[in-house]
């Protein structure tokens, strides 16, 4: 099992482009609404402002200047620092004060109605970054369900029926798995480390039970799937494959920065989750096929062997014939010579006996 779970893993690879295109289509499309939707709500502000302060006269390169400096500041070599601080309300308002002083000046004679106005644009701005997050995240789910597709036809392909039954039997078995490991192991406070390698291998019996119930039922027995060297081997699988996934990210965060590294590390663990789903199903699946080719290859060779028997006593019945014929041929041939052949060496002996015996008369008289 393990073999055929590493090969498959290894297959899924040629769809690593895959999660990575669709993670890039959203974030394109949110930075395509995110950034003109807060570029408005700056401009907004900016303009806002200067009508409280009936100065009309704004320096909007200046505005530019103070928001590139702004993220030209941030810390890119760590980028989930980036998203935190970029998300808080106090980086948005501390970055309008600064553009409204870089386009106005002080701000001071108006600072009440400023501050509300402050809050109204860090609303709009942080409503505009949660659009393109959002769009972000769909592009990446997108591409999780895309590439699971792509490897379950390649690996484990199913009907639509079939994989309605799944869900509802994982949804059921997996929750009913994870509660009774939580309270075994809360019961089991001392052997905790023995409970979670029972829970995990009771994990491992759900889902080849799923498997057989999508791929096996009524082609295979279940005890052929629901081995002990089965359940055991489906964990041990799972944790190669993710410390595989492991050992790339670290050689990809090694030789890149860590933006690079998360963004292509997306692909990896999408293709290793889907893989550790999978294993199970394509394991059942794996047997069935063989099973099937067993029972194609049986019915080729007994159709074979049906038809050698066939033409074997059909040239048996031809060499029989021949046989016959030639012993007929024999037959005739020695009841021929038998009949046929001795008479003129009979008569010839005859003749010359009466030859002889008239000589021996004439030679007395």
């Known amino acids: 099992m393990i073999t055929l779970g590493l090969k498959n893993y290894f297959k899924s690879y040629r769809f690593f482009f895959v999660p990575l295109g669709a993670l890039s289509l959203g974030i394109v499309a ?21 009508k409280m302060m009936g100065e009309m006269s704004l320096d909007w390169d200046a505005v530019k200047r103070t928001l590139l400096l702004s993220l030209q500041s941030l810390d890119w070599a760590h980028p989930q620092a980036v998203v935190q601080e970029v998300f808080s309300k106090e980086y948005l308002g501390d970055l309008l004060r600064r553009a409204a002083e870089a386009a106005l000046g002080d701000t001071s004679s108006v600072a009440a109605q400023f501050e509300t106005l402050v809050g109204e644009t860090v609303g709009k701005v942080a409503t505009s970054l949660a659009v393109g997050v959002f769009l972000a995240a769909l592009g990446g789910l997108l591409g999780y369900f895309v590439t699971r597709s792509l490897i379950r036809h390649d690996v484990a ?9 799944n869900s509802i039997v994982k949804a059921v078995l997996n929750v009913t798995v994870i509660a009774f490991g939580v309270w075994l192991i809360s019961k089991t406070k001392k052997y905790a480390a ?50 595989i996934a492991a050992i790339v990210y670290t050689g990809i965060s090694l030789l890149t920065n860590e933006l690079v590294s998360m963004y292509v590390s997306f692909a990896i663990f999408v293709i290793t989750i889907i893989c550790v789903q999978l294993n199970a199903e394509a394991y059942v ?8 080719q067993n029972a194609i290859d049986k019915k080729a060779f007994e159709a074979a062997y049906a038809a050698l028997a066939r033409e074997h006593k059909k040239n048996d019945a031809h060499i029989s014939k021949a046989v016959a014929k030639e012993e007929e041929t024999v037959v005739e041939a020695v009841v021929e010579a038998l009949t046929e052949g001795p008479e003129p060496v009979v008569e010839k002996e005859v003749a010359g006996a009466e030859q002889a015996d008239a000589e021996d008369q004439r030679a007395r008289e």
């Open 30 to 50: 949110g930075l395509s609404i995110m950034v003109p939707m807060s570029i408005n709500a700056i401009k907004e502000f900016i303009t806002g402002v200067a």
């Open 194 to 243: 023995l409970a979670f390698l029972l829970t995990v291998v009771l994990y491992g019996a759900v889902a080849f039970f799923e498997a057989y119930l999508v791929h096996g039922y009524k082609k295979i027995p279940l005890k052929k799937v629901m081995s002990v060297k089965n359940l055991f081997e489906i964990p041990i699988l799972t944790l190669i494959e993710f410390v």
């Open 157 to 165: 392909k199913r009907s639509v029926f079939k994989a309605l039954l």
């Open 285 to 292: 699946k794996s047997l069935v096929e063989s099973e099937n």
